[in-house]
């Protein structure tokens, strides 16, 4: 499946209908790690109606005219397909390692998978408070296992998405989720604030835009170091740029990437990343942006309201890897 057809469908994940990019495309990386923070899924239009119809639940979420499409990656089953996780509890600030498999509905675990952004799973761990973002790429093993290292720098509770087109399947893919506990001394984080502008080693990213529940809205990110636009981003993944949403409270899902990709002949390498958003619901949701320069994966992360007036206004950004590891490049690692 192609970024576009993703990038318009994207039934099992959050349908926060990223579609219609332009400017930087979609790079990943693993890695942010807030102390201050916590707020791809591709929506069907029968998906969008259906939400509409249905409204989305959650802390922040809505119902009625506002109400966009059905949130994804809530629950651990869907279309025939349940993600078993073997390790539900790890230690804080100590190495672990994440496994996992894919169930299909005969109980076996799926051994197949068709690739999407160059990887046949993608994984996201992020803690309830959204304080803590990791975007891993795990490795599956012949009787479909998946493993992947990690370590959490803060206890607490926390969900862990897999992103994946599992072959003969749903052609849209699926974002199944589950709980992991991370022991240790637990300190909630707040959400932080909505602000435009967010800093990660030495990169400053503008957020321009707001989201709108039940209403395509462009949202762009500005990429600049030192004062001076970036306007040689490197691909990641095939392509320039990578967006993930989490909705506060219920911690919804969305992945998406733009539909211009390197080579295309009209996405350029920065210094802009848009994506035309709708929100499936009034409420907080935390943004984070994942785009490589000089040969490191950075995220900026942002903070939006939707439907909250001069809250709608987005995003704060705490220290992208003050706590956390290095970025988990895809020699190795990557939403996708």
Avoid: C
């Avoid at 790429?137 to 607490?156: C, I, N, Q, Y």
């Avoid at 893919?173 to 502008?197: Q, W």
């Avoid at 209403?215 to 993944?237: C, H, I, N």
């Amino acid at each position: 499946m192609n970024t576009a057809a993703r990038a318009g469908l994207f039934a099992g994940a959050l349908a926060v209908a990223f579609a219609g990019a332009y400017g930087v495309g979609s790079a990943v990386g693993p890695v942010t790690d807030e102390d201050t923070a916590p707020a791809h899924g591709h929506a069907a239009d029968e998906g969008a109606e259906e939400g509409a119809k249905k409204g989305a639940d959650g802390n922040g979420g809505g119902h009625g005219e506002d109400a966009g499409p059905a949130a994804g990656g809530l629950q651990l089953s869907e279309s025939g397909y349940t993600l078993d996780l073997d390790t539900e509890r790890i230690d804080a600030r100590s190495p672990a390692e994440l496994r996992f498999a894919v169930r299909g509905a005969d109980g076996e675990p799926v051994t197949s998978y068709e690739r999407e952004h160059g990887k046949e799973l993608h994984l996201i761990v992020a803690s309830r408070d959204l304080g803590t973002y990791r975007h891993l790429h795990p490795v599956r093993d012949a009787a479909g296992t998946w493993s992947t290292p990690v370590e959490l720098p803060k206890a607490g509770d926390y969900r862990v998405f897999a992103d994946f087109v599992p072959t003969g399947g749903p052609e849209n893919g699926l974002t199944l989720g589950g709980d992991l506990a991370v022991a240790g001394d637990y300190r909630p984080a707040a959400l932080a604030e909505p602000e435009r502008t967010a800093t990660v080693d030495g990169y400053e990213v503008t957020l321009d835009g707001a989201l709108t529940p039940g209403s395509a809205r462009e949202v762009e990110f500005t990429v600049e170091k030192e004062g001076r636009p970036v306007t040689d981003l490197q691909p990641y993944l095939g392509a320039y740029g990578h967006l993930v949403a989490l909705r506060a409270g219920d911690l919804a899902y969305l992945h998406v990437h733009p539909n211009g990709e390197p080579g295309d002949g009209s996405t350029r390498p920065g210094p802009a990343v848009a994506f035309s958003a709708t929100a499936p619901s009034t409420g907080s949701y935390r943004l984070f942006l994942d785009f490589k320069h000089d040969g490191e994966v950075r995220t900026a992360a942002f903070t939006v309201t939707a439907g909250g007036g001069a809250a709608e206004r987005g995003a704060e950004s705490g220290p992208s890897k003050e706590d956390g590891g290095p970025s988990e490049e895809d020699g190795g690692g990557h939403s996708h």
